[in-house]
Structures are given as structure tokens and as C-alpha cells.
């Protein structure tokens, strides 16, 4: 069996979550799966996202949501809160497991003792060398402050 790409497996299981009557998945689905059609019709882009693409743009979308549930609930919209909660649940079984800390402070170490980098004014470079190495497992902003403690 030919394995599917993320963007086929995401179409099915939309169809999977229309059958089943599952409309926080269906109406999660379709929203990313109409991101990715937006983003391969964007400027410049050529043909079908790949994979590392499509888990970026989801990626996007599950910091949006976390963001939309922290207005919500700050605003006393817990309904609303929940709603993207949920919706970022069923997002995040699309992306790899993240690095756990010990796992991202490795990381992190190898990248600094390789690239020789000692002060803050090397942090752009290391975090960047790290992003690519963690291959979206691993969120910016953790990136940046698990560099910014090393290289203090």
C-alpha cells in the first residue's frame, strides 16, 4: 500500500468525520484543508504544498486556536474557549509529537557546541539551526527561550 500524503490523509478523514457525524473534526478539517488550497494558490507557490508544508500551515492554525481560547476565556467565553480547544485537539494528531524538554535542551546543546555559538548576539543563528534540526517538533517561542537560558 501506497502511503498517503498528509493532505490526502486530512481529505480522508473529513470524509470519515462527515460519515460519522463528527462536526468539531468536520469543521476543523475543512478549514485547514481550505488553508491549504489558499496557500498553494498564494503568490509565487508552484503546485501542491508537500507535507512539511501542510504541517507548518497547521502548525499556524493550532497557535491561532490556542490564542482564540485564551481571548475566549479571558472574556468569560468558555463555551467558545472549549470550542477551540477542541478544535486544536483534533489538529494536533496531524503534527509530530513534540520534543519533550529534555529532548529540545539536547538539541540545543549539540547545535551550540557545533556551531561554536557563545553569545547572545549568535541566538538568531542557533535558533534558526535548531528549528531545522527539530523539524517542526518544536515550537519558536520554546526554541528562543531554551537558546536565550543556554547562551546566557
Known amino acids: 500500500m501506497i502511503p498517503m500524503t498528509l493532505r490526502e490523509t486530512l481529505q480522508t478523514d473529513l470524509i470519515a468525520a462527515m460519515k460519522a457525524g463528527d462536526d468539531v473534526k468536520k469543521t476543523t478539517l ?14 509565487g507557490v508552484e503546485g501542491v ?3 512539511a508544508a501542510i504541517m ?14 485564551e481571548i475566549f476565556a479571558d472574556a468569560g467565553e468558555g463555551e467558545r474557549a472549549a470550542k477551540e480547544i477542541a478544535e486544536r485537539e483534533v489538529l494536533q494528531a496531524y503534527l509530530p509529537e513534540p520534543l519533550s524538554a529534555a529532548e529540545l535542551e539536547a538539541v540545543v546543546s549539540a547545535v551550540i557546541a557545533e556551531g561554536g ?4 548576539k549568535d541566538m538568531g543563528a542557533a535558533i534558526k539551526e535548531v528549528m531545522a534540526r527539530a523539524g517542526g517538533r518544536a515550537d519558536g517561542k520554546t526554541v528562543s527561550g531554551t537558546v536565550g537560558k543556554a547562551l546566557s
Open 30 to 43: 475543512r478549514a485547514v484543508i481550505t488553508a491549504v488550497k489558499t496557500g498553494e494558490t498564494a503568490e
Open 49 to 51: 504544498l508537500d507535507d
Open 117 to 120: 555559538y557563545s553569545t547572545k
Open 56 to 69: 507548518k500551515l497547521i502548525a499556524t492554525e493550532i497557535k491561532q486556536r490556542n490564542e482564540a481560547a
